[in-house]
Nanobody, 121 residues
Framework: QVQLVESGGGLVQAGGSLSLSCAAS????????MAWYRQAPGKQRELVAE???????NYADSVKGRFTVSRDNAKNMVLLQMNSLKPEDTAVYYC???????????????WGQGTQVTVSS
């Protein structure tokens, strides 16, 4: 099995910064896309930022210019640097990876357990 373990998050005042990291472990053959999603209370889970194995990125309009996603392919890690945080960024943030296990014949979607980010006004 493949596990995604997130770290970071917490409570910060509006205008502040936080960093999230996510490490994939297990019998991993390869990981393609990695991403961060978030889900606020009463809302659907939404894409925040994604990064392909080659480094191309895509951001939600609401975080462009404030958040930066990066990855370390050698360590199977994805990072999210969040600056100029706003109260509306408050949500549970989930790490996502599209990967294939050693010995597997198809790619699968993997999710972290989620980490809370709270931005106070």
């Amino acid at each position: 099995q493949v596990q995604l373990v997130e770290s970071g998050g917490g409570l910060v005042q509006a205008g502040g910064s936080l960093s999230l990291s996510c490490a994939a472990s297990g019998r991993i053959l390869s990981i393609n896309n990695m991403a961060w999603y978030r889900q606020a209370p009463g809302k659907q889970r939404e894409l925040v930022a994604e990064i392909a194995r080659g480094g191309s990125t895509n951001y939600a309009d609401s975080v462009k210019g404030r958040f930066t996603v990066s990855r370390d392919n050698a360590k199977n890690m994805v990072l999210l640097q969040m600056n100029s945080l706003k109260p509306e960024d408050t949500a549970v943030y989930y790490c996502y990876a599209r990967g294939i296990r050693i010995g597997a014949t198809r790619w699968s979607d993997y999710w972290g357990q989620g980490t809370q980010v709270t931005v106070s006004s």
